[in-house]
């Protein structure tokens, strides 16, 4: 993974960003958002948010 990719332009949230937060215990898009404010502008990544944070999520539980 390229933790480096941003995923959220309006505030330059990384993957790293965001696989942080899901390590921190965050495991919903709403959770994520309060963490890193991933999606609270435009709202436009919330698609590629919510898909990484499942991705996220399977490979934590393996
Ligand atoms: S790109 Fe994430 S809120 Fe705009």
Redesign the pocket.
Known sequence: MNRKKV?????G?TKGDIADAVEQGAARFREVKKQT??????????KK?KKLIKKLAVSQSH
């Not at 995923?7 to 505030?11: D, Q, V």
């Not at 404010?37 to 919330?46: D, I, Q, R, S, W």
Request: with cysteine; hydrophobic share 30%.
């Open positions: 995923i959220c332009s309006c505030y949230i404010k991933a999606g609270k502008a435009c709202g436009h990544c919330k948010v």
